[in-house]
């Protein structure tokens, strides 16, 4: 028997149009390229959706169509993340900091036929037009006048102008919540990037557990800070969650240093803000060069990376701020899990509860998490048996985008590539990792893309790139070489390869020459041996 309830599918529209008609006069705030702040209402978001969404209609996209952004945090990306969901195209939000031949393959592979940019990536743009020809329409969000600014505009087209040009009399269309919605590629694999394909049924359950208590506990009164940008798993779902709860959003654009993120915390009451450990590291040394404390900030979202013990003392001692750390993935919309105490744990003390607080946390009601061995066995949740932390749930990847052959899957568990303790009270703590890759400063190094181009130079035999640890970027890559016999090879010539192909924060900053490469019974590079190798060594940039 079925029960007698309203059909109402799940949909990104309906997140907005809950925020219009109750929450209407909430603010959003963004900083500007410019630098200057802008702020309107929901209201006003919803209005410039809906126009968004009629002039994609006249640029005659499909539903399904791929649109992309190649933008920062800032209001016309939020339009973007509505009007382009909302009326049932896909939203592919583009990782800037990609080197542009990067960027124009995951165009190409995306099928993207749009491309919304902001102003500051118009050079950008110009390096990717030939390479992408599958795009139809290059916007820039701007003025119409901003155009001129532009080298060279033909074929340009300002959002404003676009936008300007429709009524906003528009009605959400209602379809099937497996639709999807948004795509965001990840290069946290070996490879080419891969897609995860967001569904809007995915997106809007996401958002709910994300504003629950056990997830970040958001509620009309707040005003959230998504410093972990929009072209990265949906900024964590922030822009849909503060919709939904009716909150205040506040998006910080281009400027990321201490100082700009201080001031609008600050300015705009900011509760909640939410990015990498590498971002707070930058907020809290300027706070702390010029004394300044928070007098509005009651929490800060950490994850992306581990927060160190010294982060979160330094936001929860020195600043009063509750650090709720959290581990997810791209492929998990992102959220996994949250580092909450439980009841048991308010008799600890505060060391003890920061202890707790520290593991990357417990699952949010819709993931199932467990650990298993190299034979899939499942390992005991005592918090010492370590194993390859595996998830499943609603909003957990089942398949990438055009891939055929999903290896990730085990039995419908998604392979996270986490390696993890799970303990008595299910919180969950990262141990290592079994992928091969590096994470600097929150964003995915390609070890494959490395070891290749230093194989290029043709006295190299073979090629690891391996992650050590550094105290800003959490890690940094550097690449280990084994020279073919009586080559000539200096360090100064392999890095010499990198630029032009990779941008400079994926390239090595380091070589390392080795007389021997520990390899495995396959031939393959034993990388956990290299790491062990390694250990003592320090990078150039830090001294000895
Ligand atoms: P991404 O897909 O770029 O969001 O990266 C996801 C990966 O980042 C995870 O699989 C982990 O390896 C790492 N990660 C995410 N959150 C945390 C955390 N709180 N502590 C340690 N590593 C994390």
């Known amino acids: ?125 110009e390096s990717l037009k030939p390479l992408a020809p599958g795009v139809k329409h290059w916007v820039m969000l701007c003025e119409p006048d901003a155009l001129d600014n532009t080298a060279d ?59 629950t208590p056990n997830g970040l506990g958001v509620g009309s009164q707040d005003a959230l800070l998504p410093v972990v940008p929009m072209f990265h798993v949906n900024a964590w779902g922030v822009p849909y969650c503060a919709a939904l709860a009716g909150a205040k959003l506040v998006l910080p654009g281009p400027a990321l ?23 707070w590291q930058t907020l809290l040394d300027h ?69 707790v607080r520290l593991k990357q946390g417990r699952p949010v009601f819709g993931i199932d998490m467990r650990i298993v061995d190299d034979q899939g066995i499942e390992q005991p949740w005592n918090g010492k048996a370590a194993g390859h932390l595996q998830v499943k749930g609603p909003w957990v990847i089942s398949a990438y985008y055009k891939d055929e052959i999903d290896n990730r899957l085990d039995d419908g568990w998604f392979a996270t590539g986490d390696v993890a303790t799970i303990d008595e009270h299910a919180y969950l703590q990262l141990t290592d990792r079994s992928k091969d890759v590096v994470k600097s400063g929150g964003e995915w190094l390609s070890t494959i893309d490395i070891e290749n181009i230093a194989l290029s130079h043709n006295g190299v035999a073979l090629a690891a790139a391996i992650g050590v640890p550094h105290p800003k970027w959490d890690e940094r890559p550097v690449v280990v070489v084994l020279k073919k016999p009586d080559a000539e090879v200096s360090a100064e010539e392999i890095l010499a390869l990198y630029p032009g192909r990779l941008a400079k924060w ?39």
């Open 287 to 355: 706070m702390e060069r010029h004394q300044h404390t928070f007098s509005t900030l009651k929490k800060t979202s950490i994850g992306g990376s581990a927060c160190s013990p010294s982060m979160q003392q330094c936001f929860e001692d020195q600043h009063n701020v509750e650090v709720i750390h959290c581990w997810g993935m791209t492929e998990t919309s992102p959220l996994g899990t949250t580092s909450k105490l439980m009841t048991q744990h308010q008799e600890l003390s505060r060391e003890e509860q920061q202890r």
């Open 506 to 544: 994926q390239s090595p900053d380091d070589v390392i020459f080795v007389d021997e490469m520990p390899l495995g019974a396959t031939g393959k590079v034993l990388k956990t041996q290299i790491r062990q190798q390694l250990q003592g060594y320090t990078l150039p940039d830090l001294g000895s």
């Open 153 to 211: 505009s033909a074929g340009l087209l300002s959002y404003e102008a676009l936008i300007a040009a429709q009524s906003g009399d528009y009605v959400w269309p209602e379809f099937d919540e497996r639709t999807a919605s948004s795509m965001c590629y990840t290069s946290g694999t070996t490879g080419n990037p891969k897609a995860v394909l967001y569904s809007h049924r995915s997106t809007v359950l996401h958002t709910l557990v994300l504003t």
């Open 257 to 279: 240093d201490g100082a700009s993120v201080y001031d609008l915390i600050e300015r705009e009451g900011v509760t909640l803000a939410l990015g990498v450990p590498t971002v």
């Open 1 to 125: 028997m079925n029960g007698l309830m309203q059909d109402k599918p799940l949909l990104i529209s309906s997140l907005l149009t809950h925020a219009e008609r109750y929450s209407g006069q909430v603010e959003v705030v963004s900083r500007r390229i410019e630098g200057d702040l802008h702020r309107y209402t929901w209201a006003d978001v919803a209005q410039r959706s809906r126009q968004l969404a009629m002039a994609l209609d006249e640029l005659g996209l499909k539903p399904g169509s791929r649109v992309a952004s190649i933008a920062w945090n800032g209001y016309r990306h939020l339009e973007l993340y509505y009007g382009v969901s909302g009326s049932e195209r896909v939203l592919h939000t583009v990782n800037p900091r990609l080197h542009s031949s990067q960027i124009a393959w995951i165009l190409q592979h995306a099928e993207d036929e749009v491309v919304f940019f902001d102003e500051s990536f118009a050079t950008l743009v």
